[in-house]
């Protein structure tokens, strides 16, 4: 790096020679300078090169950033390699073990339910309630018992824990004649079982007063009609415990039971419905011995024997009259299993209406299209259109309203009647009359009917106080459907007087209407007596 500024000394020399040969000074003596032998500096003159250090900078002081430091792991995870079944080590985490869990132990089995109770009579407000106990190897610790008034349809008042294994039980605070229903489990360690069927039985009815001395015997004609049954069973309750009144009821068909009132065997009626029975109404009237009070109930009783359910009607618009059973798919909705005629579900043979339904049919010129069927019995009536709604069934049946059947079936979604002629009473003294059905040409549909309250004259002449608790009486048609409600609980058509009894105790219990029929004071004796 050195040779560049050796060869510059050089020319330098050379040119300071050059300079001073040309002048004209004074001479002196010549000095040649001897060149150095090379350009090279020797070794003496030529400094020896040392490497110039490198001047290590000083680091500048860079702060360590703080904002963001570098973080230093604390924990790095391992991952222990789980062996596959081909060998090759897959990473997983190793898992927490967990603790492997008690076995629980087989729950103890519970008892089966026992049978249906029995339930017997002890008293006014007490009844027995017995059962045997359940089979199974299970032994029981105790029975949880629970009941209800069946008329009311209310919530069970459940006896449970009751630390007894006796296979009975008192109930007490109960109501007077009021049914009531029972049901039975029985309980082990482990646990209560399923309840039982249920059992019933009715309290007795409290004594009837004794009759006031000289008091006149009121005997009531029964028809065998629902509110008619109940409202004589209201009748016979309010005059026996708030007059003193000895009653007794004589039971016939609708038209028995006008001539029975005719002919003086009895000497009320609750309910003569006319125009039905006009004729016979007019027959006994005739005699002049028969005093008319006014309607029992508000409203209509109607009745057909071209029913069906509401369901099959909205199923099938085109089937809205009679005259649509002629009609092949109209016929077969009501045809027996093997096909045929529509099947109509009609009266019981010893009623009236059977007669009457029959000429309608051949009237209505249905001969070829329906059958009649006789359910033999009410209470077969009743049961097969009941069961009919509860399965969705087509039915083509009798009957009336308002009834306690027509009230359950207003909770099963209803039913409709097919358009009939509308009624005259040319036309209705025709089928009532003892003609064969097959010299009918024309019918018509049942008259509306209104109930008559009648007695006999007599009963205005030695008890007035009758006479005019009657003139006062009108059921309206909430108070007619409660009873008719009532009455339906016990689910089936005939009712033996007892139940009927109590359809009108428990009415008297809740209802005000009546007291405003009596005269002061009754009201609070008849309460007294059947017991609030």
Same mark, same amino acid.
């Given at each position: 790096?050195?040779?560049?500024?050796?060869?510059?000394?050089?020319?330098? %020399?050379?040119?300071?020679?050059?300079?001073?040969?040309?002048?004209?000074?004074?001479?002196?003596?010549?000095?040649?300078?001897?060149?150095?032998?090379?350009?090279?500096?020797?070794?003496?003159?030529?400094?020896?090169?040392? !490497?110039?250090?490198? +001047?290590? !900078?000083?680091?500048?002081?860079?702060?360590? !950033?703080?904002?963001?430091?570098?973080?230093?792991?604390?924990?790095?995870?391992?991952?222990?390699?789980?062996?596959?079944?081909?060998?090759?080590?897959?990473?997983?985490?190793?898992?927490?073990?967990?603790?492997?869990?008690?076995?629980?132990?087989?729950?103890?089995?519970?008892?089966?339910?026992?049978?249906?109770?029995?339930?017997?009579?002890?008293?006014?407000?007490? %009844?027995?309630?017995?059962?045997?106990?359940?089979?199974?190897?299970?032994?029981?610790?105790?029975?949880?018992?629970?009941?209800?008034?069946?008329?009311?349809?209310?919530?069970?008042?459940?006896?449970?824990?009751?630390?007894?294994?006796?296979?009975?039980?008192? +109930?007490?605070?109960?109501?007077?004649?009021?049914?009531?229903?029972?049901?039975?489990?029985?309980?082990?360690?482990?646990?209560?079982?399923?309840?039982? #069927?249920?059992?019933?039985?009715?309290?007795?009815?409290?004594?009837?007063?004794?009759?006031? %001395?000289?008091?006149?015997?009121?005997?009531?004609?029964?028809?065998?009609?629902?509110?008619?049954?109940?409202?004589?069973?209201?009748?016979?309750?309010?005059?026996?415990?708030?007059?003193?009144?000895?009653?007794?009821?004589?039971?016939?068909?609708?038209?028995?039971?006008?001539?029975?009132?005719?002919?003086?065997?009895?000497?009320?009626?609750?309910?003569?419905?006319?125009?039905?029975?006009?004729?016979?109404? #007019?027959?006994?009237?005739?005699?002049?011995?028969?005093?008319?009070?006014?309607?029992?109930?508000?409203?209509?009783?109607?009745?057909?024997?071209?029913?069906? !359910?509401?369901?099959?009607?909205? %199923?099938?618009?085109?089937?809205?009259?009679?005259?649509?059973?002629?009609?092949?798919?109209?016929?077969?909705?009501?045809?027996?299993?093997?096909?045929? *005629?529509?099947?109509?579900?009609?009266?019981?043979?010893?009623?009236?209406?059977?007669?009457?339904?029959?000429?309608?049919?051949?009237?209505?010129?249905?001969?070829?299209?329906?059958?009649?069927?006789?359910?033999?019995?009410?209470?077969?009536?009743?049961?097969?259109?009941?069961?009919?709604?509860?399965?969705?069934?087509?039915?083509?049946?009798?009957?009336?309203?308002?009834?306690?059947?027509?009230?359950?079936?207003?909770?099963?979604?209803?039913?409709?009647?097919?358009?009939?002629?509308?009624?005259?009473?040319?036309?209705?003294?025709?089928?009532?009359?003892?003609?064969?059905?097959?010299?009918?040409?024309?019918?018509?549909?049942?008259?509306?009917?209104?109930?008559?309250?009648?007695?006999? *004259?007599?009963?205005?002449?030695?008890?007035?106080?009758?006479?005019?608790?009657?003139?006062?009486?009108?059921?309206?048609?909430?108070?007619?459907?409660?009873?008719?409600?009532?009455?339906?609980?016990?689910?089936?058509?005939?009712?033996?007087?007892?139940?009927?009894?109590?359809?009108?105790?428990?009415?008297?219990?809740?209802? #005000?209407?009546?007291?405003?029929?009596?005269?002061?004071?009754?009201? #609070?004796?008849?309460?007294?007596?059947?017991?609030?």
């Amino acid at each position: 790096m050195f040779r560049p500024l050796i060869s510059a000394v050089s020319l330098l %020399a050379l040119v300071l020679l050059t300079l001073a040969a040309c002048s004209e000074p004074t001479p002196v003596p010549v000095f040649v300078a001897r060149p150095t032998p090379t350009l090279t500096p020797t070794p003496t003159s030529t400094p020896t090169v040392t !490497p110039t250090p490198t +001047l290590t !900078p000083t680091p500048t002081l860079t702060p360590t !950033p703080t904002l963001t430091p570098t973080p230093t792991p604390t924990h790095t995870p391992t991952f222990t390699p789980t062996p596959t079944a081909t060998g090759t080590a897959t990473p997983t985490v190793t898992p927490t073990p967990t603790a492997t869990p008690t076995p629980t132990a087989t729950p103890f089995p519970t008892p089966v339910a026992p049978g249906a109770p029995t339930v017997q009579q002890n008293g006014t407000d007490e %009844a027995l309630v017995t059962w045997n106990a359940p089979s199974g190897p299970q032994p029981v610790t105790d029975y949880d018992y629970r009941y209800r008034a069946r008329i009311l349809d209310g919530e069970w008042t459940e006896v449970t824990n009751t630390i007894v294994s006796a296979t009975q039980a008192e +109930l007490d605070l109960l109501t007077s004649g009021t049914t009531y229903d029972v049901q039975v489990r029985a309980v082990n360690q482990g646990g209560p079982g399923e309840w039982s #069927d249920s059992g019933s039985g009715q309290t007795l009815f409290p004594p009837t007063p004794t009759p006031v %001395a000289g008091a006149q015997l009121l005997t009531f004609s029964d028809p065998g009609t629902e509110t008619a049954s109940l409202q004589i069973a209201i009748a016979r309750t309010i005059l026996e415990y708030g007059y003193g009144y000895r009653t007794l009821t004589v039971a016939g068909t609708e038209t028995q039971a006008i001539r029975n009132l005719g002919n003086g065997l009895t000497n009320i009626h609750m309910e003569v419905r006319l125009p039905a029975f006009q004729s016979v109404w #007019d027959e006994a009237l005739g005699g002049g011995n028969l005093l008319p009070l006014g309607d029992s109930f508000a409203g209509v009783v109607s009745q057909s024997a071209f029913l069906i !359910p509401q369901y099959t009607a909205n %199923a099938n618009p085109g089937l809205f009259r009679v005259q649509g059973l002629q009609e092949s798919q109209h016929q077969q909705l009501f045809a027996g299993p093997d096909g045929g *005629k529509a099947r109509l579900i009609t009266c019981v043979t010893e009623w009236e209406c059977a007669r009457i339904n029959e000429k309608q049919v051949h009237g209505y010129g249905l001969d070829e299209y329906v059958e009649l069927v006789d359910p033999r019995t009410p209470e077969a009536l009743y049961n097969q259109i009941v069961s009919a709604f509860e399965n969705r069934e087509n039915i083509l049946f009798y009957y009336w309203w308002p009834s306690a059947l027509a009230t359950t079936l207003e909770e099963l979604g209803g039913f409709e009647q097919l358009r009939e002629p509308s009624f005259s009473q040319g036309c209705w003294d025709r089928l009532t009359s003892t003609v064969a059905a097959s010299e009918i040409t024309q019918a018509c549909e049942y008259p509306d009917s209104t109930s008559l309250i009648a007695v006999r *004259k007599d009963v205005e002449e030695f008890s007035p106080d009758v006479v005019e608790l009657f003139k006062q009486w009108t059921l309206n048609s909430a108070e007619l459907n409660e009873l008719l409600t009532y009455k339906g609980r016990f689910r089936f058509f005939v009712l033996q007087e007892s139940e009927y009894r109590e359809a009108a105790f428990t009415w008297l219990r809740n209802s #005000d209407e009546w007291k405003d029929w009596v005269a002061t004071g009754v009201a #609070d004796r008849v309460l007294d007596g059947i017991g609030r």
